[in-house]
């Protein structure tokens, strides 16, 4: 496993300048034959599927969407024992299936023996099964499916296809970077194999996944997640060791990341005004979590008047903007259709151009509301512009009439 790191950093260390912090570098773009310029933007993606009507990361779930016209669809991967990718979210099987066990540590012949129940709650801490948010109650039980399957199914649509590598967190051991590089490899390989490299966008709020998919690549586009929780100053601190040991952040021997301050604020806004973890894996595109866009405090940049401009100048023009957990499972706040479109007109102001989230249906109706009421507003503004020319028409043939 050592030397497989080895390989990485070496690969990554070859030809680069060992004194900056990738000031000067630029994302690649999505790919421009991708499917998802061919959708209408912000497009709507159904995070794990559709959760409000099948359990989540299932092949029923991803054939709900369809029918409801979602734009793309998310799923969580995870590679089991004996290497298969499967659609599953948590680290454990419990909370999907009664059973107490590690999804890594089972072969996939023994996922097959389970169902996910048709009862599945979501909790407000990971692990803690005794804090309830939301319970649902599906039609039937279902079964974890392979990435393949879904994939397949996938191809004959026009759906883009939004991939997250988990578990969502950087490993501690050598043993979970081995995983990380492996999951992202795999995926990708994947992807090739059936030719869906226009199709699929692969995404993880790990960056380590995403070297072992830049290992392969091959035209697959990806991205790096940015969320809330490196706000936290301990886990900011675990995290600035953690992302110091990614391949080519460890080649420059600059210690960018340990000159962002004390505190996770600083830390954060530095990642988010620099690119730096996103350039150091060769990311495509950037998608950070609805609530950073939520508190200007979190991008405000000095000699930057938008996260918009932020982006274009030290990301790439053409790198494009996503956002997730918009209207999420978990969410126990309640808003009103205004607030709603309130909030998608945030999200257009800032350039946002994919959105993820749990309820398809929610977020397509407020886009709606929003057009309908952007054009109203224009249809009076000409009305308003076609009066005051009618009215300076008149006065300039009245004048005209009387001398």
Not at 132 to 144: E, G, L, P, Q
Not at 150 to 175: D, R
Request: some cysteine.
């Amino acid at each position: 496993m050592r030397k497989t790191w080895l390989v990485f950093t070496l690969l990554f260390t070859a030809g680069l300048c060992a004194e900056d912090c990738l000031e000067n570098e630029k994302l690649r773009s999505i790919r421009s034959d991708h499917v998802y310029f061919q959708l209408k933007h912000p497009c709507v993606i159904g995070h794990m599927g559709n959760v409000q009507e099948f359990q989540e990361n299932t092949l029923e779930g991803i054939r709900s969407l369809i029918e409801i016209k979602a734009d793309g669809v998310h799923l969580h991967v995870q590679l089991t024992e004996d290497d298969q990718l499967v659609l599953f979210q948590d680290r454990n099987l419990y909370r999907m299936t009664g059973e107490d066990f590690e999804l890594t540590k089972l072969p996939y012949n023994e996922l097959l023996k389970m169902d996910l129940m048709d009862k599945i709650s979501y909790y407000k801490h990971e692990g803690d099964y005794t804090d309830a948010i939301k319970t649902f109650t599906y039609r039937s039980t279902s079964k974890i499916p392979l990435l393949s399957d879904a994939l397949k199914e996938l191809k004959t649509t026009n759906l883009l296809v939004y991939i997250e590598l988990m578990p969502e967190n950087v490993g501690e051991q050598p043993i979970d970077r081995y995983i990380a590089l492996r999951v992202g490899e795999l995926a990708t390989k994947l992807v090739q194999q059936l030719q869906m490299e226009r199709q699929v966008l692969i995404v993880s709020r790990d960056p380590v996944k995403l070297v072992g998919v830049n290992s392969v690549y091959g035209g697959v586009s990806f991205g790096w997640l940015i969320d809330p929780s490196l706000y936290e100053k301990k886990t900011a601190e675990t995290m600035k060791v953690k992302f110091n040991d990614i391949p080519r952040v460890f080649s420059l021997k600059t210690n960018c990341l340990n000159k962002t301050g004390a505190n996770g604020f600083s830390f954060t806004k530095y990642l988010i005004s620099t690119g730096y973890i996103s350039k150091a894996v060769n990311s495509s595109f950037v998608d950070f979590a609805i609530d950073i866009f939520n508190q200007k405090l979190f991008y405000e940049i000095p000699g930057h008047s938008s996260l918009r401009e932020v982006v274009s100048k030290n990301y790439g023009r053409g790198t494009t903007v996503g956002t997730f957990d918009v209207f999420t499972v978990n969410d126990t706040t309640t808003s009103t259709e205004k607030e709603d479109v309130a909030l998608m007109e945030t999200i257009d102001e800032y350039g946002v151009t994919r959105i993820v989230t749990d309820d398809v249906n929610r977020v397509k109706r407020a886009l709606h509301q929003k057009t309908i009421t952007y054009n109203k507003g224009s249809v009076l503004q000409s009305y308003f512009q076609i009066l005051l020319m009618v009215l300076v028409f008149s006065k300039t043939l009245a004048t005209l009439i009387f001398v």
